[in-house]
T-cell receptor, first 114, second 114 residues
Framework: DVKVTQSSRYLVKRTGEKVFLECVQD?????MFWYRQDPGLGLRLIYF???????EKGDIPEGYSVSREKKERFSLILESASTNQTSMYLC?????????????FGSGTRLTVV | AQSVTQLGSHVSVSEGALVLLRCNYS??????LFWYVQYPNQGLQLLLK??????LVKGINGFEAEFKKSETSFHLTKPSAHMSDAAEYFC????????????FGAGTRLAVHP
C-alpha cells in the first residue's frame, strides 16, 4: 500500500526551538506539499516542492522553511517556534503529471508550542 | 483564479438519512474536482474525483457526487448515513495551469446522530 509517512503524530516544543517535521513518501512522486490546518481556516499551503531541491512558497510561508534533498523526503522547518504555530501539519504528495490524481496525504503531525 | 465554496461548515443528519454536502467551484477551464474525508486526528483520504467522462462519480463508503457544469457544482451525497460517516469533508478543485495545485474548500463537518 502506497504511503506518505509523517514521523511524529504528536509533538510538543518550546517557544524559540528549531523544529523539524519530516515527511517521507514511497510512491516516487515528484510533487510534495506542506499544509497547516486550523479550525475555521481549512487547509493553508505553506510550501511545496515540485522536484528534488526545488521549492515554492505557498500562501503562508512566513516563519517556515523547507528542505528536499532526496525525492522521497520533504522536511518542514520552524526556524524559531512560536505559539501561533501550534497547529495540525499535513504533508501530501502527487506525481508530477498528476493534476487529475489528487494528493495522497500523511496522517498529520499535531504540533503544540508552549 | 479558481475557488471552492462549501456551503455549511456544519451539517447534522440522523442515522439512515440522506447526506448532502454542497460544493460550488469557479474555474475558467474544465475542472478536475475532488472530495476528501478526514476522520478525527487523521490525514485526508480521497473519497472520489471527477476528471472527465461520466458526470456521476461513485466513491468509497457509498458516497457519490455529480458534476454539474451549468451550476458549477459538485455536491456529495450518500443515501443513508452511518454513524461512521461522522467526519470533516473537503471539496477541492485542481488549479488550471502552473503547478495544478489543489485548491481546497473550508470543509464541512458532518455529525450523524442516532
Amino acid at each position: 500500500d502506497v504511503k506518505v509517512t509523517q514521523s511524529s503524530r504528536y509533538l510538543v516544543k518550546r517557544t524559540g526551538e528549531k523544529v523539524f517535521l519530516e515527511c517521507v513518501q514511497d510512491m516516487d512522486h515528484e510533487n510534495m506539499f506542506w499544509y497547516r490546518q486550523d479550525p475555521g481556516l481549512g487547509l493553508r499551503l505553506i510550501y511545496f516542492s515540485y522536484d528534488v531541491k526545488m521549492k515554492e512558497k505557498g500562501d503562508i510561508p512566513e516563519g517556515y522553511s523547507v528542505s528536499r534533498e532526496k525525492k522521497e523526503r520533504f522536511s518542514l522547518i520552524l526556524e524559531s517556534a512560536s505559539t501561533n504555530q501550534t497547529s495540525m501539519y499535513l504533508c501530501a504528495s502527487r506525481p508530477i503529471l498528476g493534476a487529475n490524481y489528487g494528493y495522497t496525504f500523511g496522517s498529520g503531525t499535531r504540533l503544540t508550542v508552549v | 483564479a479558481q475557488s471552492v465554496t462549501q456551503l455549511g461548515s456544519h451539517v447534522s443528519v440522523s442515522e439512515g438519512a440522506l447526506v448532502l454536502l454542497r460544493c460550488n467551484y469557479s474555474s475558467s477551464v474544465p475542472p478536475y474536482l475532488f472530495w476528501y474525508v478526514q476522520y478525527p486526528n487523521q490525514g485526508l483520504q480521497l473519497l472520489l474525483k471527477y476528471t472527465t467522462g461520466a458526470t456521476l462519480v461513485k466513491g468509497i463508503n457509498g458516497f457519490e457526487a455529480e458534476f454539474k457544469k451549468s451550476e458549477t457544482s459538485f455536491h456529495l451525497t450518500k443515501p443513508s448515513a452511518h454513524m461512521s460517516d461522522a467526519a470533516e469533508y473537503f471539496c477541492a478543485v485542481s488549479e488550471a495551469g502552473g503547478y495544478n495545485k489543489l485548491i481546497f474548500g473550508a470543509g464541512t463537518r458532518l455529525a450523524v446522530h442516532p
